[in-house]
């Protein structure tokens, strides 16, 4: 078989064409493939009396959550002490903010220089405590009314929220 000179480049040019084609399609594909932000409550025990340590984890695709918002909301037995920012927001220049209003523990992530993404991993702990006299069993802890925000300004797709709870030990 004799290929023309302009036939091998046409040959070329298709194939040339269809990579770039397959090569926007995966990238479209990763895109949209990419998993939406989160929130986990951590799972702690302690004795009624005691003050506990909630974990928060973030789980983001990296560089697309630079500020967020969202409740916790307390049982009845469990009040506020404290929170403390993770390493993570320190390290992106974020503060915490919380502000309780009946048993819904809001809180605030921001900061000044609101470019910088906070990175997957430990966002915050939330110290609380149990109060003497809580009886024994599981507190549930869910979290909800997420909102997630990009570098930007722009909504980044939350999924949703992995509330926790407190295990009250005798």
Known sequence: VLLRPYQLEEDAMTIHKKILLLSA????????????ATLKVGKVSGKAGATVSVPVTLNSAPGSVASLQFDLTLPIGVSTVSVTAGSLMTASGKSVSA??????WTFLVYGAKNKNAIEKGLLLTALVRIAPGTAAGTLSVP?????YVGADGEAVKGGPGVGGFIKVIP
């Open 25 to 36: 399609i995966c990238s479209l594909i990763a895109v949209g493939a990419q998993a939406a």
């Open 99 to 104: 502000n309780l209003k009946e048993n819904v």
């Open 143 to 147: 979290i909800s009314n997420t909102v």
